[in-house]
């Protein structure tokens, strides 16, 4: 018997198709028989080399007398894991060590830079373009070194392999520069350079007519996830989203993938994010710390994404933009030490007025202040961590016509839900129109007292 691997499809009949195992993923094994070896000692010793012996093989082998029993499978082994060969860290200069990682990302990148051993590491450009929009948009580099003296060089598609990086923003080189706590305080960068991510182009055999997942391409058990969520519908119009797609409203096409729902749900909770990367769109995998993120990781990181062409790549951007500021969430709500954060804020009409003399205008405002251990924690931690999850599909229109005016994220918020249970807002004097009224109503928060300055 001769044992013969060959990759991809095969015009000969593979193990799967003549004993009923199972192939690894990519790979085929075809069975060439010689006249001295019985078809019984074939089958045995093909399937205990490849480890994937099945009860049907067996049955085939001892019951001759019975060729229509059942097949009977094995159970699924476990999925592969990949060894994590740990994570890297992206740092902020002007904060001193432990106190000073922003976020971190696995090593799960691979490149052959010597072609004698694969070496493991961050996607360069994913790790600069999730640094520049915790510094806010900001545009700078990344430095093998804390004094900033020895920049990283490399191309966007190349691999990071240091175990820590320093990121410095380029206009103006301030240190410490301010980070956005939260994706709620964030403002889309329209018309920046860092939203250089073309439109999805049409790939063979993309099929979301039928409600297809977008990863998987399969066809049941699907549900529609929202890129910029449904909860987030404030933000969204803050923003001007309403600017990017085919309608305005957040639940357009251009703001919707499909996708399996174990996927959903692991969308839901920042487990991956969908990004360009060597022309295409491929799932990044953001966490590999525990069994089951290494298991998801092993089987969907850096694979093709077939995306429909309405897919706005705005809406894109923003879901990982949502996803990194989630990364760095220990730095904020966990943070021993006080944080320079900016944050988009509201003029309210008062204000307005009295600075302008358009008194119907609203206007949209970063603010860069000092915010100590307490207030970081209070604002941007305490009942996340508890938050429970939102509500099923079934259930999201119940409670549509309620405001959200919460900067707090969930740790893993559904695309859909507008349901926000934890957290407050920026805890400032804000202006609240109430639907079927002609004026506005002042809302006073907790403490108004504190923060009486609050105008940008």
Not at 133 to 160: K, M
Not at 296 to 309: D, E, G, K, M, Q
Request: proline residues 6%.
């Amino acid at each position: 018997m001769r044992i013969i691997r060959t990759f991809g499809h095969s015009n000969r009949a593979d193990l799967g198709e003549t004993v009923g195992g199972v192939t690894p993923r990519h790979m085929h094994y075809t069975i060439c028989f010689t006249p001295s070896v019985s078809l019984q000692q074939c089958a045995l010793q093909q399937g205990l080399w490849l480890g994937v012996e099945t009860l049907a093989m067996k049955e085939a082998i001892h019951s001759h007398s019975s060729p229509s029993a059942v097949e009977i499978y094995k159970p699924f082994p476990r999925p592969p894991i990949d060894e994590l060969e740990g994570e890297i860290q992206f740092c902020h200069p002007g904060y001193t060590p432990p106190h000073d990682v922003l976020f971190t990302l696995p090593r799960l990148d691979t490149t052959s830079a010597a072609l004698e051993r694969l070496y493991k590491g961050v996607h360069y450009g994913t790790a600069l373009l999730a640094c520049q929009v915790i510094a806010n948009n900001a545009e700078g580099y990344l430095t093998y070194d804390r004094e900033g003296s020895d920049p990283v060089e490399l191309e966007t598609d190349d691999v990071l392999t240091e175990s820590q990086y320093w990121f410095f923003t380029e206009f103006p080189r301030r240190n410490p520069y301010p980070v956005v706590p939260s994706f709620r305080d964030w403002a889309f960068p329209h018309g920046s350079p860092l939203l250089a991510w073309p439109r999805p182009q049409y790939m063979a055999n993309t099929d979301t007519a039928d409600g297809r997942c977008n990863i998987t391409q399969t066809a049941g058990l699907v549900s529609t996830a929202h890129l910029v969520p449904v909860a987030d519908e404030e933000w969204y119009k803050i923003n001007a989203m309403s600017r990017h797609g085919d309608h305005h409203d957040v639940n357009q096409d251009a703001n919707k993938i499909v996708l399996r729902r174990d996927l959903c749900h692991a969308f839901d909770d920042n487990y991956f994010a969908i990004i360009h990367k060597l022309n295409s769109y491929v799932v990044h995998q953001l966490s590999a710390s525990t069994t089951s993120t290494r298991e998801f990781a092993s089987t969907y990181h850096n694979h093709a994404v077939r995306l429909p062409r309405d897919v706005a790549p705005e809406f894109l951007f923003a879901r990982f933009a949502r996803a990194v500021l989630m990364l760095a969430k220990p730095f904020i709500a966990q943070s021993p030490v006080r944080r320079y954060v900016v944050r988009f804020g509201i003029v309210n009409r008062e204000d307005t007025k009295s600075k302008n003399q358009n008194a119907g205008a609203v206007a949209y405002k970063a603010k860069s202040e000092w915010l100590s251990p307490t207030q970081l924690y209070e604002q941007y931690g305490a009942a996340t961590a508890t938050a429970a999850r939102s509500r099923s599909s079934s259930e999201r229109g119940q409670n549509d016509e309620k405001p959200v005016h919460n900067r707090k994220e969930r740790e893993g918020g559904d695309s859909n839900s507008r349901n926000d249970t934890v957290g407050d807002s920026h805890k400032k004097k804000i202006v609240v129109l109430e639907e079927g009224r002609g004026r506005p109503r002042k809302r006073l928060r907790r403490d108004l007292q504190r923060r009486r300055d609050w105008t940008l």
